[in-house]
């Protein structure tokens, strides 16, 4: 069993977090600075873009994908099919004390063995949380969304298969452009390092994303980067390009390619490299994170 008897290893780990949280309360801070400058006509239509929208709705990319791997031989048991559902219920039409609006989330990843002889389902991890969300306008008429969320992720199996870790998380979503969408998220992760021996330093402490309409309506690329513990090491990249043949129809066709760690909590530790093709449901607006 692991066991971590290190006291200066300790000392470093809690200093991570103390630097990550003065980070995030600066940029919540200088957010909060901003504030005078934005006028309550601005604040009223910034709170409507949450409201315009259903009060369950998508949260992140519903997709269901299908792939090869582009750094190994391929063979029926290393393809597969990688699909998520994930959606999103706003608890109150009106925000609560300091502007924010109540969230509950969930979001399910599958990757599903199909072309193995008898189609087992190789993962599934679980994603439920609750969020408050900070809708606001930067200077500049640029909409900005401020989130705090308490989450949970695991693979729901016992014994050694088990994968769990618990994360609070503080972000900031912005549209600065027409076409440029970018986000910036940071975290502590709540890791039970017996059952999950280094699984900290895969997750990592952060992410960041960001969403380009090449031609806004038909075609769009995303890209997110988790940054995992160390200097180089670990860590992911996901990228997709989208087409959307329909403009009035909210579906895409996705070329997906992954490269990194933790795609999966069952095989954290393992680097893969996947390129994956399929249909994508995107949120209609700016996603709350």
Excluded: C
């Excluded at 452009?177 to 975290?187: A, C, F, K, T």
Aim: net charge positive; charged share 20%; aromatic share 16%.
């Amino acid at each position: 069993m692991y066991q971590n008897n290190n006291p200066n290893l300790d000392y470093r780990m809690r200093s991570k977090y103390l630097l990550i949280f003065i980070i995030l309360f600066s940029i919540t801070v200088n957010s909060q600075i901003l504030e005078p400058i934005i006028e309550s006509k601005k604040d009223f239509r910034a709170a409507d873009s949450l409201l315009k929208e259903p009060s369950f709705s998508v949260h992140r990319d519903n997709y269901f994908l299908t792939g090869i791997p582009i750094n190994k031989h391929v063979t029926s048991d290393n393809a597969d099919v990688k699909y998520q559902v994930s959606f999103k219920l706003r608890l109150n039409s009106e925000p609560l004390w300091g502007g924010f609006f109540p969230y509950l989330m969930y979001t399910q990843k599958a990757f599903w063995d199909i072309y193995a002889s008898s189609k087992p389902f190789e993962e599934i991890n679980f994603n439920p949380g609750v969020a408050i969300v900070r809708p606001f306008y930067l200077k500049g008429g640029r909409l900005t969304y401020g989130a705090i969320s308490l989450e949970h992720e695991s693979n729901g199996r016992d014994s050694i298969y088990s994968r769990t870790w618990n994360m609070l998380a503080f972000s900031l979503k912005s549209q600065i452009s027409p076409r440029w969408i970018v986000g910036l998220r940071g975290w502590f992760p709540l890791v039970d390092k017996d059952d999950n021996p280094g699984l900290t330093k895969y997750v990592g402490y952060g992410e960041a994303s960001a969403t380009y309409q090449i031609q806004p309506g038909r075609w769009s690329a995303d890209i997110l980067f988790r940054k995992g513990s160390g200097l180089i090491n670990y860590g992911s990249l996901q990228t997709q390009l989208n087409w959307r043949p329909y403009k009035n129809e909210n579906y895409y066709l996705t070329l997906q390619w992954f490269v990194g760690y933790t795609e999966s909590l069952i095989y954290y530790q393992e680097h893969r490299s996947m390129i994956r093709l399929g249909f994508t449901i995107k949120p209609e607006n700016m996603g709350i994170f």
